[in-house]
C-alpha cells in the first residue's frame, strides 16, 4: 500500500508548489494580470507564517511573544532603560492599546516596571528592570539566530530594499541603513 506521499514505483512524490499552481490557475481563469500580485501576496503572507513561528519557538523559552521582547530589546537599547509609553508605540509602529497591554504582561511577569514622569504626569514611562535584563540577553542570542538564518546565504538586503517599496507605498518612512553602525541614540 503506498502512502499518500510516495509514487506508484515506491518513490517519494514531488511536493508540488502550492502558489504557483494557484499563479496557474489565475492565467486560466483570465486574471493574469493579477497574477504575479496574488502570488506576492501569497508568498508574503506564507513566509509571514515561517517566520512567525521561528521566532516564537525562539522566544518560547523566555516565555516572551516577539511584541514583548521588542519592547524589552528597545528598553534595553534605550540610555536610561526606559521610555515613555507612546514612544514604544512610535517606533515599534502598533497602537498605543497592544502597546499598554504588552508592557503590562511585562510587567506581571517583573521584566518591566512603569512610572508616572517626574516632570509631566500625563506621560508613563516603562522601564526594564534587572530581571528583565537577565532574560533580555539570552533572549536576544536566540532570536538573533533565527535573523542570521533566516534565509540562508541569500541577498537580504535586496529582498528587505524590495518589501519597502510596499512598506512606503503604505506611508511608512523608510530609510536604508548601511552595516556601519549608526550612532544616533534611542
Given amino acids: 500500500m503506498k502512502s499518500k506521499d510516495t509514487a506508484s514505483d515506491g518513490k517519494p512524490e514531488a511536493r508540488q508548489d502550492p502558489i504557483a499552481e494557484a499563479k496557474r490557475q489565475w492565467i486560466r481563469h483570465g486574471w493574469g494580470d493579477a497574477a504575479e500580485g496574488m502570488a506576492a501576496v501569497t508568498t508574503i503572507v506564507r513566509v509571514n507564517q515561517i517566520v512567525t513561528s521561528r521566532v516564537a519557538d525562539a522566544l518560547t523559552p523566555w516565555g516572551l511573544s516577539f511584541a514583548r521582547f521588542e519592547i524589552l530589546r528597545l528598553l534595553g537599547f534605550s540610555r536610561r532603560g526606559q521610555l515613555p509609553m507612546g514612544k514604544i508605540g512610535e517606533r515599534l509602529q502598533v497602537h498605543p492599546a497592544s502597546v499598554t497591554s504588552a508592557v503590562k504582561r511585562l510587567e506581571r511577569d517583573g ?58 507605498s503604505a506611508g511608512d518612512p523608510v530609510e536604508a541603513v548601511s552595516p556601519m553602525v549608526d550612532d544616533r541614540s534611542l
Fill in 111 to 168: 521584566l518591566v516596571a512603569r512610572e508616572v514622569d517626574g516632570l509631566d504626569s500625563r506621560i508613563v514611562l516603562a522601564s526594564i528592570t534587572e530581571a528583565g535584563r537577565v532574560v533580555l540577553a539570552p533572549a536576544t542570542e536566540a532570536i538573533n539566530t533565527v535573523f542570521e538564518t533566516v534565509a540562508g546565504h541569500h541577498d537580504l538586503a535586496s529582498m528587505v530594499k524590495s518589501l519597502d517599496v510596499i512598506r512606503a
